[in-house]
């Protein structure tokens, strides 16, 4: 990890799980990893279904791969039956490309473990996904974990 990156020192969960995008010839050309954690919502228990580490290859991005990753990881959040709603970090200028596949800006406060201190998340912008309740826009969401 580049320890110029000034997320290197935070603790990381690693994805439990995957989508994979090939293309027509079987090339992967995407993918996204998928969490699934106990949380809490302003105090309340609740399951989140976490995206990170949305990848591209350089030579197919701009085709709607990455979209359709997303897309997938959100689907597969909802045959859980008990994800409450999506939840990924991502730097600004990936704001407008999430909120135009219908995820929501989250501008309340994020508490994350770090090396089981707790802490707030404030390294990128936190963006939350409708799937069996509403995507919240505020409050306070504790991933009872480190971020992902």
């Known amino acids: 990890m580049n320890p110029e990156w000034p997320g290197h020192a935070l603790q990381w969960t690693s994805a439990e799980w995957c989508v994979r995008i090939r293309d027509g010839d079987r090339r992967l050309v995407s993918s996204a990893g998928m969490v699934l954690r106990d949380g809490t919502r302003d105090g309340e228990p609740v399951r989140i279904g976490g995206i990170g580490g949305v990848k591209t290859h350089p030579d197919a991005r701009r085709r709607g791969y990455a979209a359709l990753a ?17 939840l990924l970090v991502c730097e600004p200028d990936l704001i407008l490309y999430y909120t135009a596949h219908g995820w929501r800006e989250f501008h309340g406060r994020l508490l994350v473990r770090d090396r089981d201190a707790a802490a707030e998340f404030t390294l990128y912008r936190v963006l939350t996904y409708e799937v069996r309740l509403p995507a919240p826009a505020s409050g306070t969401i504790d991933l009872c974990g480190p971020p992902w």
């Open 70 to 86: 997303v897309t997938r990881a959100t689907e597969f959040f909802r045959a859980q039956g008990s994800v409450a709603f999506g």
